[in-house]
Every structure is written in structure tokens, then in C-alpha cells.
């Protein structure tokens, strides 16, 4: 059986006492009877302190990004070690924001992913068209070479420590959001393509999440798709009720 999973991506939100509120809230109120694995991913500064705080409940923290390099001089980053000795064991790699803004390239998250692995960390692998690919019917062809640049020279082994959550880029915070056909069509295209290159137990065990602009209102539509496996979670995943409801609607 393949995982249910809710991720929240925080971003560049929240800071200490924000934090400590929003995760008061999540505490209080995320079902503790589902079979629902939740993660919260607050910005770099917050992961030690949200780990402290959620260390008897059944919330997990991931971090937001990290760097490929083991140590060394590069200003500004965060290592892979440094995560795990503050407890994180889960990271984001390859979001859209990253690949965009930070000029992130599939061959930099496929050193990031091998980085993350070799550390035994779990990580959520991004990826996802921009408007004008879907445009000119190019999303099937940009996912797969996404998957296959950053992701597919894994060993089979590897695979038990990889989510994959795809994130249609023109739906990233814009409102916007794939339907649930569209999000089902491309996922069933996914564990596909997966199946063809590592098998079909990989495939059927590989969890895969929707993000792009999911809330209260249409997680239970885009959840109950076969090949949807959950969401990754931004702009709605800042309010404790909307995250709270988003995972009640599994
Ligand atoms: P959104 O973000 O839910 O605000 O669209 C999703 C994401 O960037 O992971």
C-alpha cells in the first residue's frame, strides 16, 4: 500500500513566533487517528525549533531546499548533515520556485537527490510543465525528461526514500488549479513512466502528490483520483483550518 501524504510547504513565510503559533495550531487540531502521513516544511531558521515542538506528535518537518555539496565554502547554503543533525530527515528538491528563480537545472537536483539519498533522507521530488509546454502539448514530453534528468538514475533500491509531487507550474500559487481529470491523466502518465524504467512494484508503491493551488474546496475532488496520492500544499497550508481541512478531505 502506497502512502497518503500531506506536505505543507511554508516558503519564505513565518517567522520564529509564527512558527510556534502555526504549529500550536496544527497540533491541536490534525487528526491523530489517520493514515494520513503529514509534514510541515518551515524555512530553514524554524526546522529546529518546529523538530523540538512536534517530537511527541505524528507531524514530520521536512526542509525547503539544501545544498549538494557535503561542507565547504558556499555562503549562504545548508548541507545535507546539518538537516539531519536537527533531526530532519525529509527535503524538498527541485520545486519550481527553485528551478525558476534560483536557476536550478535537472542536472544540479539530480547531484542534490543523490546528496539527500546517500544521507538516508526521504526526499519530495518536484516537477512539473510551465503554461506555454501545456500550450504547445509538450507537458507529457517536459515530465518526463524532468523525471528522467533529475530522478531516473537512482538505484532501484533508492526508490522506497523518493515522493514525487507534481506541480503544473502555471498552477503554483496563482489560483489556478488542474482538474482533477487533468492532475489523475498526468499522474497516471507518471507511475507509467516510472513502470516502464524501474517496474511495476516501484510504481505501485511510489506515492505521487498534487500541488498547485489546492484548498479546502478541492482537495477531495483531486484526492479521490486513483493515482493522486496526496498534495504538496502552499498558500493553503499557512492557515492550520484550511491545511486541517485539506487533510480531513482524504
Ligand atoms: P500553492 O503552492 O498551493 O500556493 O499553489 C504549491 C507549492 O508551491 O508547492
Redesign the pocket.
Known amino acids: 500500500m502506497r502512502k497518503k501524504i500531506v506536505a505543507g ?1 511554508w ?1 519564505m513565510h513565518n517567522n520564529v513566533e509564527q512558527t510556534d503559533d502555526l504549529l500550536n495550531e496544527l497540533i491541536a487540531n490534525v487528526p491523530t487517528e489517520t493514515d494520513t502521513q503529514i509534514i510541515v516544511a518551515p524555512t530553514f531558521i524554524n526546522l529546529a525549533s518546529a523538530v523540538d515542538h512536534l517530537e511527541f506528535t505524528s507531524i514530520d518537518v521536512a526542509a525547503q531546499n539544501m545544498h549538494q555539496a557535503e561542507s565547504g565554502a558556499f555562503t549562504g547554503e545548508i548541507s545535507a548533515d546539518m538537516l539531519k543533525s536537527i533531526g530532519v530527515n525529509t527535503v524538498i528538491l527541485g ?3 527553485r528551478r525558476a528563480i534560483f536557476n536550478e537545472t535537472d542536472a544540479l537536483i539530480a547531484n542534490k537527490v543523490d546528496t539527500a539519498l546517500k544521507h538516508e533522507m526521504t526526499v519530495i521530488f ?1 516537477f512539473g510543465e510551465e503554461l506555454k509546454d501545456r500550450q504547445n502539448k509538450q507537458h507529457f514530453n517536459v515530465v518526463e525528461n524532468q523525471l528522467r534528468d533529475g530522478l531516473f538514475h537512482i538505484e532501484k533500491a533508492s526508490w522506497s526514500n523518493i515522493v514525487l ?1 507534481y ?1 503544473p507550474v502555471w ?4 489560483g489556478e488549479t488542474a482538474s482533477p481529470d487533468q492532475a489523475q491523466e498526468m499522474h497516471e502518465f507518471i507511475r507509467e513512466t516510472v513502470r516502464k524504467v524501474f517496474g511495476k512494484d516501484i510504481a505501485e508503491e511510489v506515492s505521487i502528490l498534487y ?4 484548498k479546502p474546496e478541492n482537495a477531495k475532488e483531486i484526492f479521490s483520483k486513483p493515482d493522486v496520492d496526496g498534495g ?6 499557512l492557515k492550520a483550518a484550511d491545511f486541517v481541512a485539506i487533510i480531513n478531505a482524504f
Open positions: 510547504n516558503k520545486h519550481s520556485e518536484c509531487a506541480e498552477a503554483i500559487g496563482t500541488g498547485g493551488s489546492v504538496l500544499i502552499g498558500g493553503a497550508a
